[in-house]
């Protein structure tokens, strides 16, 4: 017998349109994201917009000229901006302003772009040296400082040393009238390189350390390098012996000893007259030391040589060893073949290599795209800095901002799908385990109870990607709340930033002592205006939780002070109290008083509220205007006053409000003929204070009368 059939309808209750609907708001969302991160990439869609269009053109190659011109245009404003960088600390560094440093910065770029130093900053610094060591000044002519630098950089080149030490060295020439100029002084050294008297790498040394004593000599720098010369050839060791040998001997010329008096003697000479001469300096000097040089090496006897020596040179004679008798004053300079221009000389030679001549073309190419982007793309740049730091940073944040809510939104809206559709097929399947269980309960109820049980298992299923899913979509509503939040707070540092500029430049104009009355009022008037507003927004950006922790922290700060002024007024009732101890006390209390005063006006600030004047209501009788000690303009010194705005009065002294139509005046306190009330809290006690209380609640009560009339 055939089994009864039986129809089984199903009916699904799941959003069957959920996932569509969902699929449209994600794409809404992706649209909305895409208008966010446009706007931050704005100028890069223009640039990359332009450039395809280029390409659809089939202008391929032009296009791809353009990449290259602008990756030669990006790369050089880098160093447009260095440069720019290394010219303005050159000006700082050498105290120029205005024309002399755009002078310095225009003679740098043409060294550099002539071939001087390995880069700029090596140029600037050059410069720089040579100014410390006053080579060069700002009265020198453009000549003049590119001749000095040049001959710096070619120095330098040449020998390795390093540009400070080689124009300290010229500088202590120049200082002792050793040579007339600094390219002079550039080409003795240069020579003094190129013949081998600097093989120890001391020349510069030597003349920084033994100037003085060549020029007591009589020497100028040329003589003392032939002298050099002229000892080493002889078998000297190095500069520096050669030199110590006649510093030793310009020492012990003059020192009046019986060894020295011997050693002339031994040459024939008189030792009072050799004193005297070389004691005159200059050409006196120079001729008794050539004097003493022929001396010694007209001596035949070697022994009676060797002790003249050592009586007039001391042990450096026996460092010298045979050398002295290459030592000839007469000759010396011309041992040394051509000086003068020695260093031009060099600087062509290492100018005139194929690299050389490559590098100074191509620093010169560069140099033009450099000091175009100078001239024309840096000002630009700095004007978007400035926008940049101030605006341009809300925007920019606003819109970053935007970005991560789109992004946030598309995965709620996501999220919102699959758990429509997770929920419609969990339940979609559930129901068809159920009805697939009605239809063999009959016939296979185990198999039956097993589908139940998986029908079971795909509603918790369900349930649970449901939950899942909405503590995410919960998380990220948070989320989005915190960027809602954040938003709002950079708007109004937008506003912050804004208002205090305004007021700031306003400020500013309001120092122009030209301004006519009724623009000076107006400007009055919007900083009052913007300061308002600022105060109010400052209130609104404030994070409550830190203003609470202040509060609480003052608070404590206040009570250990209340705790501390009763314990020094309790002290200050012991009788046995001397009149120093309590003085000092008082003055204790007193400082504690203030402290507390200061810690309360610090609470009253964070609560949004001011410190009031005592004047108004102990005086005056009335309470204060808000704010009024912060927002309102004074005339402690009196001037006019414009309709429909509020000045405060008395914050010097009483004063008095004369109203005149539409305008007004007021009257200072040392126009009445008054006395200017100041209250001081002091802590004292006894009978004086009842006294003073007593004094100042009539004076007081005499003021208020005066004012009251004056009113009316």
Same mark, same amino acid.
């Not at 080689?166 to 007339?180: C, E, G």
């Not at 009589?218 to 000892?231: C, I, K, P, V």
């Not at 194929?354 to 982007?373: E, G, S, Y």
């Not at 948070?478 to 809602?484: F, Q, T, V, W």
């Given at each position: ?10 009916k699904f209750?799941?959003?069957a349109?959920g ?6 708001q ?8 895409n208008? *966010? &991160? ?5 100028? #890069? $869609?223009?640039?990359s !917009?332009?450039? +395809?269009k280029? @390409?659809?053109?089939g /202008?391929?190659?032009v ?7 602008g ?5 050089n404003?880098?160093k ?5 960088a ?7 560094q ?6 002399? *440093? &755009?002078?310095l910065?225009?003679?740098? #770029? $043409?060294?550099?772009? !002539?071939?001087? +130093?390995?880069? @700029?900053?090596?140029? /600037?610094s ?15 002519t ?7 630098v040049?001959?710096v950089?070619t120095?330098t080149t ?8 080689a124009?300290?060295?010229?500088s ?18 240069t020579?003094?390189?190129?013949l081998?008297?600097?093989?120890a ?54 020192d ?9 003697k031994a040459?024939?000479l008189?030792a ?22 022929d001396?010694?090496?007209q001596?035949t006897?070697?022994?009676?040589r060797?002790q ?5 040179f001391?042990?450096?004679w026996e460092?010298?060893?045979?050398a002295?008798?290459?030592a ?8 040394l073949?051509?000086?003068a221009?020695a260093?031009?000389?060099a ?7 194929p690299a ?13 795209f ?12 700095d004007?978007f ?8 940073k809300?925007i ?20 919102r ?13 559930a ?6 269980a ?9 198999l ?10 795909l ?12 503590k995410?979509?919960?998380q ?15 708007k109004?540092?937008?506003?912050i930033?804004?208002?205090?500029t ?7 104009k ?14 009055e ?9 600022l ?11 830190l203003v609470?922790?202040r509060?609480?922290k ?38 504690l ?11 009253d ?20 205007p ?14 006019p ?14 004063e ?6 539409a305008?007004?005046?007021?009257t200072?306190?040392?126009a009445?003929?008054g006395?200017?009330?100041?209250e001081?809290?002091?802590?004292i006690g006894?009978?004086v204070v ?12 005499n ?7 004056g009113?009316?």
């Amino acid at each position: 017998m055939a089994s009864p059939s039986r129809t089984v309808k199903v009916k699904f209750d799941g959003d069957a349109n959920g996932l569509k609907r969902s699929s449209k708001q994600a794409e809404d969302s992706l649209d909305k994201f895409n208008k *966010a &991160a446009s706007k931050m990439d704005g100028f #890069g $869609k223009k640039a990359s !917009d332009a450039l +395809g269009k280029g @390409m659809k053109g089939g /202008a391929l190659a032009v296009g791809a000229a353009g990449v290259a011109l602008g990756a030669l245009v990006v790369s050089n404003v880098g160093k447009a901006l260095e440069q720019g960088a290394i010219k303005a600390k050159l000006a700082a560094q050498l105290g120029a302003t205005g024309p002399d *440093a &755009a002078r310095l910065g225009k003679l740098a #770029g $043409k060294l550099y772009v !002539d071939g001087y +130093g390995e880069s @700029m900053d090596e140029t /600037a610094s050059m410069i720089k040296t040579s100014f410390e060591n006053g080579l060069v000044s700002l009265k020198s002519t453009d000549a003049e400082i590119q001749k000095v630098v040049g001959s710096v950089s070619t120095y330098t080149t040449l020998t390795g040393e390093d540009a400070t030490a080689a124009t300290r060295a010229v500088s202590q020439m120049l200082r002792n009238n050793l040579a007339p100029n600094a390219e002079a002084a550039f080409d003795i050294l240069t020579r003094g390189q190129q013949l081998g008297i600097n093989k120890a790498e001391d020349l510069l040394d030597t003349f920084n350390e033994y100037g003085t004593q060549f020029r007591k000599l009589g020497l100028d720098a040329t003589d003392s390098l032939g002298l050099m010369n002229q000892l080493i050839r002889g078998g000297a060791r190095d500069s520096d012996v050669a030199a110590d040998a006649i510093k030793e001997f310009s020492i012990r010329a003059i020192d009046g000893s019986k060894t020295t008096a011997a050693g002339f003697k031994a040459l024939g000479l008189d030792a009072g007259k050799m004193a005297a001469e070389i004691g005159k300096g200059g050409p006196a000097a120079r001729t008794a030391f050539g004097d003493i040089l022929d001396g010694l090496n007209q001596i035949t006897d070697p022994v009676k040589r060797n002790q003249a020596g050592v009586a007039l040179f001391g042990t450096q004679w026996e460092d010298l060893g045979g050398a002295i008798k290459n030592a000839d004053l007469d000759t010396a300079a011309a041992s040394l073949g051509q000086v003068a221009g020695a260093t031009d000389k060099a600087n062509a030679a290492l100018s005139a290599t194929p690299a050389a001549k490559l590098q100074k073309t191509m620093r010169t190419l560069q140099q033009v795209f450099v000091d175009a982007i100078g001239k024309y793309i840096v000002p630009q740049l700095d004007k978007f800095a400035s926008w940049f730091n101030g605006p341009g940073k809300f925007i920019l944040t606003g819109w970053a901002i935007d970005a991560a809510d789109a992004i946030l939104a598309f995965a709620d809206t996501t999220l919102r799908g699959l758990e429509s559709v997770t929920g419609g097929l969990a339940k979609y399947g559930a129901v068809a385990a159920l009805a697939a269980a009605g239809t063999v309960a009959l016939t296979n109820p185990t198999l039956a109870a097993s589908l139940v049980q998986r029908a079971n298992d795909l509603k918790n299923l369900g349930s649970s990607a449901e939950t899942g899913i909405g503590k995410a979509r919960e998380q990220i509503a948070g989320l989005r709340g915190e960027l809602a939040k954040t938003k709002t707070k950079v708007k109004v540092e937008a506003d912050i930033a804004d208002l205090e500029t305004k007021i700031s430049t306003a400020k500013t104009k309001l120092q122009d002592k030209t301004l006519t009355a009724p623009v000076r009022a107006k400007l009055e008037a919007n900083i009052y205006s913007w300061q308002q507003n600022l105060a109010k927004a400052k209130r609104g950006v404030e994070d409550p939780a830190l203003v609470k922790q202040r509060i609480a922290k003052l608070t404590a700060d206040k009570t250990s002070l209340d705790t501390k002024i009763r314990q020094a007024k309790s002290a200050l009732g012991d009788s046995k109290l001397t009149a120093t101890k309590k003085a000092k006390l008082q003055a204790e209390i007193g400082q504690l008083l203030a402290a507390k005063q200061q810690a309360q006006s610090a609470i009253d600030s964070l609560r949004g509220k001011t410190v009031t004047l005592t004047f108004f209501q102990k005086v005056i009788g009335q309470k204060p205007p808000q704010d009024i000690g912060v927002r309102l303009p004074g005339r402690a010194s009196g001037g006019p006053v414009v309709a429909g705005r509020q000045y405060l009065v008395g914050e010097r002294g009483p004063e008095i409000l004369t109203m005149g139509g539409a305008s007004g005046n007021i009257t200072p306190n040392s126009a009445l003929g008054g006395t200017t009330i100041i209250e001081n809290h002091i802590e004292i006690g006894g009978e004086v204070v009842r006294v003073v209380r007593s004094e100042i609640k009539q004076d007081q009560r005499n003021l208020k009368r005066t004012v009251s009339a004056g009113v009316r």
